[in-house]
Protein backbone atom coordinates (compact mmCIF):
# COMPACT_ATOMS: atom_id res chain seq x y z
CA UNK A 1 0.00 0.00 0.00
CA UNK A 2 1.18 3.30 -1.06
CA UNK A 3 1.49 5.89 2.04
CA UNK A 4 1.91 9.70 1.73
CA UNK A 5 3.35 10.91 5.08
CA UNK A 6 4.16 14.50 5.76
CA UNK A 7 4.24 17.25 8.52
CA UNK A 8 2.84 20.47 8.46
CA UNK A 9 6.44 22.33 10.00
CA UNK A 10 9.68 23.29 7.89
CA UNK A 11 11.44 23.79 11.33
CA UNK A 12 14.53 22.25 11.51
CA UNK A 13 14.17 20.88 14.58
CA UNK A 14 10.30 20.54 14.32
CA UNK A 15 8.69 17.33 16.55
CA UNK A 16 6.56 16.79 14.23
CA UNK A 17 9.14 16.57 11.25
CA UNK A 18 10.82 14.01 13.34
CA UNK A 19 7.13 12.07 14.03
CA UNK A 20 6.56 12.01 10.51
CA UNK A 21 10.32 10.82 10.06
CA UNK A 22 9.57 7.95 12.77
CA UNK A 23 5.74 7.14 11.50
CA UNK A 24 7.77 6.38 8.06
CA UNK A 25 10.16 4.27 9.35
CA UNK A 26 7.02 2.06 11.64
CA UNK A 27 4.91 2.44 8.46
CA UNK A 28 7.55 0.81 6.27
CA UNK A 29 8.10 -2.35 8.24
CA UNK A 30 4.99 -2.99 7.81
CA UNK A 31 5.31 -3.20 4.18
CA UNK A 32 4.12 0.17 3.49
CA UNK A 33 5.66 1.75 0.17
CA UNK A 34 6.16 5.59 1.90
CA UNK A 35 6.50 8.39 0.59
CA UNK A 36 7.89 11.32 2.86
CA UNK A 37 7.13 14.42 1.78
CA UNK A 38 8.86 17.97 3.17
CA UNK A 39 6.26 20.76 2.66
CA UNK A 40 8.89 23.45 3.58
CA UNK A 41 10.79 21.98 0.14
CA UNK A 42 7.84 23.01 -2.16
CA UNK A 43 7.92 26.05 -3.65
CA UNK A 44 4.15 27.83 -2.81
CA UNK A 45 3.56 30.75 -2.13
CA UNK A 46 0.95 31.97 0.19
CA UNK A 47 -2.50 31.17 -1.45
CA UNK A 48 -4.12 34.38 -3.24
CA UNK A 49 -6.60 34.10 -5.95
CA UNK A 50 -5.01 37.27 -7.81
CA UNK A 51 -2.04 35.34 -7.40
CA UNK A 52 -3.42 31.97 -8.82
CA UNK A 53 -4.87 33.68 -11.75
CA UNK A 54 -1.68 34.11 -13.26
CA UNK A 55 -0.93 30.65 -13.08
CA UNK A 56 -0.99 27.99 -10.71
CA UNK A 57 2.88 27.62 -9.24
CA UNK A 58 4.34 24.40 -10.36
CA UNK A 59 4.81 22.61 -7.02
CA UNK A 60 1.17 22.90 -6.40
CA UNK A 61 0.69 20.75 -9.35
CA UNK A 62 3.19 18.50 -8.16
CA UNK A 63 1.54 18.12 -4.42
CA UNK A 64 -1.86 17.43 -5.67
CA UNK A 65 -0.25 14.60 -7.68
CA UNK A 66 2.16 12.98 -4.85
CA UNK A 67 -1.65 13.07 -2.86
CA UNK A 68 -3.75 11.60 -5.99
CA UNK A 69 -1.15 8.49 -6.16
CA UNK A 70 -1.05 7.60 -2.18
CA UNK A 71 -4.69 6.20 -1.07
CA UNK A 72 -3.46 6.39 2.58
CA UNK A 73 -2.22 9.53 4.36
CA UNK A 74 -0.18 10.55 7.84
CA UNK A 75 -0.40 14.03 8.51
CA UNK A 76 1.44 14.91 11.44
CA UNK A 77 -0.01 18.32 12.42
CA UNK A 78 1.79 21.07 14.80
CA UNK A 79 0.07 23.60 16.87
CA UNK A 80 0.45 27.21 16.87
CA UNK A 81 -2.01 29.34 18.93
CA UNK A 82 -4.38 26.62 19.28
CA UNK A 83 -5.04 25.42 15.64
CA UNK A 84 -3.01 24.10 12.52
CA UNK A 85 -0.16 25.61 11.04
CA UNK A 86 -0.25 28.11 8.40
CA UNK A 87 2.10 25.93 6.13
CA UNK A 88 -0.70 23.15 6.50
CA UNK A 89 -3.52 25.21 5.67
CA UNK A 90 -1.80 26.99 2.96
CA UNK A 91 -0.86 23.73 1.05
CA UNK A 92 -4.20 22.01 1.76
CA UNK A 93 -6.17 25.60 0.05
CA UNK A 94 -4.02 25.24 -3.03
CA UNK A 95 -4.22 21.53 -3.21
CA UNK A 96 -8.17 21.66 -3.62
CA UNK A 97 -7.93 24.53 -5.45
CA UNK A 98 -9.32 23.79 -9.11
CA UNK A 99 -6.51 24.58 -11.95
CA UNK A 100 -8.50 26.40 -14.49
CA UNK A 101 -8.02 25.49 -18.16
CA UNK A 102 -5.87 22.36 -17.16
CA UNK A 103 -6.74 18.61 -18.85
CA UNK A 104 -6.94 17.01 -15.18
CA UNK A 105 -7.09 19.56 -12.81
CA UNK A 106 -9.58 21.91 -14.34
CA UNK A 107 -12.91 21.19 -12.78
CA UNK A 108 -12.52 19.03 -9.56
CA UNK A 109 -10.63 20.74 -6.48
CA UNK A 110 -11.13 17.74 -4.18
CA UNK A 111 -10.21 15.48 -6.67
CA UNK A 112 -6.59 14.73 -5.12
CA UNK A 113 -8.80 14.71 -1.64
CA UNK A 114 -11.64 12.53 -2.19
CA UNK A 115 -11.56 8.94 -0.67
CA UNK A 116 -8.47 9.11 0.51
CA UNK A 117 -7.79 7.44 3.94
CA UNK A 118 -5.94 9.89 6.44
CA UNK A 119 -4.62 9.45 10.26
CA UNK A 120 -3.83 12.42 12.39
CA UNK A 121 -0.43 12.55 14.43
CA UNK A 122 0.77 15.89 16.42
CA UNK A 123 3.18 16.53 19.03
CA UNK A 124 4.08 18.97 20.87
CA UNK A 125 6.33 19.88 23.93
CA UNK A 126 3.14 21.13 26.04
CA UNK A 127 0.49 18.58 28.05
CA UNK A 128 -1.66 18.30 24.94
CA UNK A 129 0.46 17.30 22.24
CA UNK A 130 -0.83 19.23 19.78
CA UNK A 131 -4.17 17.73 20.45
CA UNK A 132 -6.44 21.11 19.52
CA UNK A 133 -4.37 21.49 15.96
CA UNK A 134 -6.09 17.95 15.37
CA UNK A 135 -9.40 19.40 16.70
CA UNK A 136 -8.95 22.14 13.18
CA UNK A 137 -7.80 19.04 10.73
CA UNK A 138 -10.19 16.61 10.65
CA UNK A 139 -13.45 18.76 9.74
CA UNK A 140 -11.17 20.38 6.94
CA UNK A 141 -10.77 17.07 5.61
CA UNK A 142 -13.93 15.63 6.00
CA UNK A 143 -15.23 18.88 4.11
CA UNK A 144 -12.78 17.98 1.45
CA UNK A 145 -13.93 14.17 1.60
CA UNK A 146 -11.47 12.39 2.99
CA UNK A 147 -12.29 9.33 5.27
CA UNK A 148 -10.81 10.26 8.30
CA UNK A 149 -9.50 7.78 10.61
CA UNK A 150 -11.23 7.54 14.05
CA UNK A 151 -7.82 6.19 15.68
CA UNK A 152 -5.65 9.59 16.36
CA UNK A 153 -2.56 10.31 19.21
CA UNK A 154 -0.97 13.80 20.13
CA UNK A 155 2.22 13.60 21.06
CA UNK A 156 3.11 15.22 25.12
CA UNK A 157 6.24 16.03 25.69
CA UNK A 158 7.39 16.07 22.42
CA UNK A 159 11.33 17.14 23.50
CA UNK A 160 11.43 14.01 25.68
CA UNK A 161 10.05 11.10 22.96
CA UNK A 162 12.78 10.60 20.64
CA UNK A 163 15.77 8.53 21.17
CA UNK A 164 19.20 9.59 19.71
CA UNK A 165 18.78 7.11 16.54
CA UNK A 166 15.37 9.76 15.92
CA UNK A 167 12.96 6.62 16.56
CA UNK A 168 10.80 6.74 19.55
CA UNK A 169 11.69 6.26 22.76
CA UNK A 170 9.46 4.13 24.55
CA UNK A 171 7.34 1.13 23.62
CA UNK A 172 3.59 2.41 24.51
CA UNK A 173 4.58 6.08 22.24
CA UNK A 174 5.79 3.76 19.65
CA UNK A 175 2.22 1.64 20.42
CA UNK A 176 0.08 4.48 19.59
CA UNK A 177 2.00 5.39 16.54
CA UNK A 178 1.78 2.28 15.14
CA UNK A 179 -2.08 2.11 15.75
CA UNK A 180 -2.98 4.72 13.70
CA UNK A 181 -0.41 3.38 10.91
CA UNK A 182 -2.38 0.38 11.39
CA UNK A 183 -5.56 1.56 10.59
CA UNK A 184 -4.94 3.82 7.81
CA UNK A 185 -3.10 1.24 6.36
CA UNK A 186 -6.36 -1.35 6.54
CA UNK A 187 -8.84 1.38 5.97
CA UNK A 188 -6.92 2.13 2.85
CA UNK A 189 -6.36 -1.34 1.48
CA UNK A 190 -10.73 -2.02 2.03
CA UNK A 191 -11.18 1.09 0.08
CA UNK A 192 -8.33 1.60 -2.41
CA UNK A 193 -7.99 -2.74 -3.19
CA UNK A 194 -6.18 -1.73 -6.51
CA UNK A 195 -3.45 0.13 -5.12
CA UNK A 196 -2.44 -2.66 -2.91
Avoid at 143 to 165: E, M, R
Amino acid sequence: MKLLVFAGSSRAASFNRQLANATARLARDRGAQVTLLELGALDIPLYNADLEAQGTPPDVIRLKEVMLAHPGWIICSPEYNGGMTALLKNALDWASSPVKGHPEWGSNGIRPFAGKVVGMLSASPGNLGGLRSLGQLAPLLRNLQCWVAPQQFALAQAHQAFAADGNLADAPTQASVQAVVDQVLMAAHALHPDHA
